[in-house]
């Protein structure tokens, strides 16, 4: 809903919402899976909303695009074969293909509207698009996975939008057994999987379907997000069994930049709130 | 202002608002200082709102209360003098206190209906006040800083506020000045210091103030606070040149329980995302 140039999105789970003050709307399309809005705010930059909740600004996304990829990235001892589901927006494929031992990233997003507005709206999201590794396929993700030869993946990122409309189908048991048997026995599979305050319920439901396809050691990071009900957010890793130790010393010495992740970012969300810790059955 | 039943803060400064579901507001008053409102919500138990700004959900103070007071607790050899500046809502003070070795720890808002109000409708936020420890006054904190006996305090927590309004003289180098002055040589100032993401400057501005006050060590932590602007805040740290390792093993074996504030926590924290740390010209 908007008031005046305030836009808000009203989020009824938790009962709280968030709003940005915005000069005008710049573009508006009903896709055949939902309706895709992009408003000129005055402080964040472009915003992008699907069916009403908002899902990037230019200020602010880079705390999600980099808290998806690069743990996991960094986790994982030599990922070479990268799948994201979802994230039509192409921010994590941009931050997937900053490692150089990456060889290739598909991205499989079944709205290709919403890489045409990223590309319109939100270019620097996009500036890798055009590198050979990278596969953009506009696609049904749960089909993709299913398809996936087994073992031919050493990272599957699963950059939804909440698990309502088109996304429900990428948190349950049958999806992540997809990912389980598509992933190489080192392998890792990373779902967005919202606020740790409100939302903690959803992340326990999540990690028991993905034991329930055979995931049997997890991990919930948390990290700011101010576009997301609560401003704050958190990915959870999930693996075969192997741990989540991560490669310090390549996260200190990265070929590239960051804004937010650095190695003690890492090991700082490792380190989990108690309430939450206690909820998840680690405290 | 309201919509329906949503109750939302349009934070102008940085262009973005928070907002929660209520029921109904319980009560509101004007006192000679500001407008205080209380509101029941949905999700997130009572909410406080001081001439308009979200000031405390019984869910999620526990966040800022503890960022406020322990790192700054256990960074000190031994605390046991603490004089809160604001914090009428007696949360920071319960924190505070449940550090046995604190002596006395004095508060001093210059609003007493929050305070009241606070007792009324945030109990569990009031259960210290009767500590024998716990001196409460309402009074202006400007003056009592001014006054205090040199070298006679251990820790200052200016627990305020935006710096607009009655808190406003509590973000300069006047009231720093005072209270360098009434600090021990290795006192600690602790300031609430906004969002790290859209109020950089601010922190910028209030460390330069500080610096001019004689403070010549600072440290920013930053933690979530949904009912704040962004849902990201921080608190700041300034010393007379001593630094911020903490007594880790003392947090680690902290006799109390906590639900946010760990040792690890702590540490985490005190590792600053690249964009902050540029920004304060740590990077």
Redesign the interface.
């Given at each position: 809903?908007t008031?005046a140039n305030?836009l808000?999105e009203?989020f009824?789970t938790?009962?709280?919402?968030?709003?940005?003050?915005v000069n005008k709307k710049l573009d508006e399309v009903q896709s055949p899976f939902q309706k895709i809005e992009i408003y000129e705010?005055?402080?964040?930059g472009n915003v992008m909303l699907i069916d009403g909740a908002m899902m990037v600004t230019t200020?602010?996304n880079?705390l999600y695009h980099e808290m998806m990829s690069h743990p996991a990235l960094f986790t994982h001892a030599a990922p070479k074969t990268v799948v994201i589901i979802g994230g039509g927006d192409c921010g994590t494929l941009r931050e997937v293909l900053r490692h150089p031992g990456v060889e290739k990233a598909v991205q499989c997003d079944i709205d290709e509207q919403v890489t045409r507005m990223a590309e319109k709206y939100f270019p620097e999201l996009c500036e890798s698009n055009g590198d050979a590794r990278a596969e953009i396929l506009f696609d049904d993700g749960i089909a993709y996975m299913a398809n996936c030869a087994p073992g031919s993946v050493d990272i599957v990122i699963v950059d939804s939008t909440d698990p309502v409309g088109p996304a429900e189908g990428l948190f349950n048991k049958a999806f992540f057994e997809s990912c389980h048997r598509a992933l190489k026995d080192d392998g890792i599979l990373v779902q967005q999987s919202e606020s740790p305050?409100?939302l903690l319920d959803l992340i326990k439901a999540m990690r028991a379907e993905m034991g329930k396809a055979g995931f049997t050691t997890f991990q919930t990071l948390?990290f700011?997000?101010?576009c997301y009900p609560?401003?704050?957010w958190s990915c959870t890793l999930a693996r075969k069994g192997q741990g989540f130790d991560f490669r310090e010393a390549d996260a200190r010495a990265k070929p590239f930049?960051?804004?937010?992740?650095?190695a003690?970012?890492h090991?700082?969300?490792q380190?989990l709130?108690?309430?939450v810790a206690k909820a998840l059955g680690e405290g």
């Open positions: 809903m008031d305030w808000y009203n009824d938790a009962g709280s919402a968030i709003g940005f003050r705010s005055t402080d964040w200020r602010d880079f305050l409100v948390p700011p997000q101010p609560t401003g704050w930049e960051t804004l937010y992740y650095t003690d970012i090991k700082g969300a380190s709130p108690p309430f």
